[in-house]
T-cell receptor
Framework: GNSVTQMEGPVTLSEEAFLTINCTYT??????LFWYVQYPGEGLQLLLKATKADDKGSNKGFEATYRKETTSFHLEKGSVQVSDSAVYFCALSPGYSSASKIIFGSGTRLSIRP | ETGVTQTPRHLVMGMTNKKSLKCEQH?????MYWYKQSAKKPLELMFV???????ENNSVPSRFSPECPNSSHLFLHLHTLQPEDSALYLC???????????????FGSGTRLTVV
């Protein structure tokens, strides 16, 4: 079956630190992979995505590379800011249409200290 | 403005009340979803509608009743809820005509529901 596993939180870092949030997946076929972010009191927003192996998604200084050989899609940012404090969700779409549901990870809460 | 609008943003209701949550999108998407987000629990998919037809109901109790009159609107009717139903209810929409599944979802800001 399809599933997503992401690192447990909460993660607490100081401002300007390097961030990695690990995400691994299991899937049949060729899924698309996503990172969503949820700021306090809001819904989820698409942060970045990658649709095939070796693709790199990037947005707002965040990056993630679709690694088929390790079935991973780790989220990275070189220098985090206080405003990056949020919950981050890794997700996959199985790769076929007809409203196939996106599978979400359990979320990782990130807190950045000034 | 995310493109998916949910109302109300906050709702407090008693266990004997009847209320409805509303979700609206004008993105031209043809699929809409209801999710429940409780503290310290994963996102729970409740219902899926594709072209106004319900395609998934994940064993949701009958006190939650969805309605999708057209591809732009989705409702969640609530009656005789329990305190454990208190949560953030999120609506999402997506375009499903891409065969590669790369469409992603657009989420609303959610309705924070408290059952007293």
């Amino acid at each position: 079956g399809n599933s997503v596993t992401q690192m447990e939180g909460p993660v607490t870092l100081s401002e300007e630190a390097f961030l990695t949030i690990n995400c691994t997946y299991t899937a049949t076929g060729y899924p698309s992979l996503f990172w969503y972010v949820q700021y306090p009191g809001e819904g989820l927003q698409l942060l970045l995505k990658a649709t095939k192996a070796d693709d790199k998604g990037s947005n707002k200084g965040f990056e993630a590379t679709y690694r088929k050989e390790t079935t991973s899609f780790h989220l990275e940012k070189g220098s985090v800011q206080v405003s990056d404090s949020a919950v981050y969700f890794c997700a996959l779409s199985p790769g076929y249409s007809s409203a196939s549901k996106i599978i979400f990870g359990s979320g990782t809460r990130l807190s950045i200290r000034p | 403005e995310t493109g998916v609008t949910q109302t109300p943003r906050h709702l407090v209701m008693g266990m004997t009340n009847k209320k409805s949550l509303k979700c609206e999108q004008h993105l031209g998407h043809n699929a809409m979803y209801w999710y429940k987000q409780s503290a310290k629990k994963p996102l729970e998919l409740m219902f899926v509608y594709n072209f106004k037809e319900q395609t998934e109901n994940n064993s949701v109790p009958s006190r939650f009743s969805p309605e999708c009159p057209n591809s732009s609107h989705l409702f969640l009717h609530l009656h005789t809820l329990q305190p454990e139903d208190s949560a953030l209810y999120l609506c999402a929409s997506s375009q499903t005509t891409k065969p590669d599944g790369s469409y992603g979802y657009t989420f609303g800001s959610g309705t924070r529901l408290t059952v007293v």
